[in-house]
T-cell receptor, first 115, second 114 residues
């Protein structure tokens, strides 16, 4: 149980285009999902908390108009990087809370390269 | 301020034991987590402590002392596949409908040698 699927696993795009990343909880319902960003050899930095049926809560310094988050159902959250630029190249990881202890289980991550 | 500290790197021999320490200073506490992360992959959950004491799960054990702001992850009978980064994370108290956010340490790279 507690499987989180994330895709695509790798995406290369041109500067100025938008990229959508999907995060799905496969065998449970997730009221809350989280989006993180990780630069090489650094730890995970929380970008936003995604709540089903309501607006996402963004961390300080994260542009909500650039990183659009939609949590349309209890099993799906999407992150759209709008007008991507090379500095947005990073490893993006989602997670979903599950169980009485609300442990976060992570998706496999998406490596974004913006040319 | 918020701070989670763990060593940058540790090296140990196959079959040995390694202890990874984590100290934290956070404005609130709602549990401490350990995750394993192999290079280029997402973290996988290892253990969770919310009360003081030792939690044992196979070759991995985790200890917590809330009064000292201290935890450790103990890896026994090391195997080559245990070479990875180990992340300590503290969960903040609940806010509204949310169970609280995770704040991660920078990770400890464990290198297992033959």
């Amino acid at each position: 149980g507690a499987v989180v699927s994330q895709h695509p696993s790798w995406v290369i795009c041109k500067s100025g285009t938008s990229v959508k990343i999907e995060c799905r909880s496969l065998d449970f319902q997730a009221t809350t999902m989280f989006w993180y960003r990780q630069f090489p050899k650094q730890s995970l930095m929380l970008m936003a908390t995604s709540n089903e049926g309501s607006k996402a809560t963004y961390e300080q310094g994260v542009e909500k108009d650039k990183f659009l988050i939609n949590h349309a159902s209890l099993t799906l959250s999407t992150l759209t990087v709008t007008s991507a630029h090379p500095e947005d190249s990073s490893f993006y990881i989602c997670s979903a809370s599950y169980g009485v202890k609300n442990i976060q289980y992570f998706g496999a991550g998406t490596r974004l390269s913006v040319l | 301020g918020q701070n989670i500290d763990q060593p940058t790197e540790m090296t140990a021999t196959e079959g040995a034991i390694v202890q990874i320490n984590c100290t934290y200073q956070t404005s609130g506490f709602n549990g401490l987590f350990w995750y394993q992360q192999h290079a280029g992959e997402a973290p996988t959950f290892l253990s969770y402590n919310v009360l003081d004491g030792l939690e044992e799960k196979g070759r991995f054990s985790s200890f917590l002392s809330r009064s000292k702001g201290y935890s450790y992850l103990l890896l026994k009978e090391l195997q080559m596949k245990d070479s990875a980064s180990y992340l300590c994370a503290v969960r903040s108290p609940p806010e509204g409908d949310s169970w609280g956010k995770l704040q991660f340490g920078a990770g400890t790279q464990v290198v297992v040698t033959p």
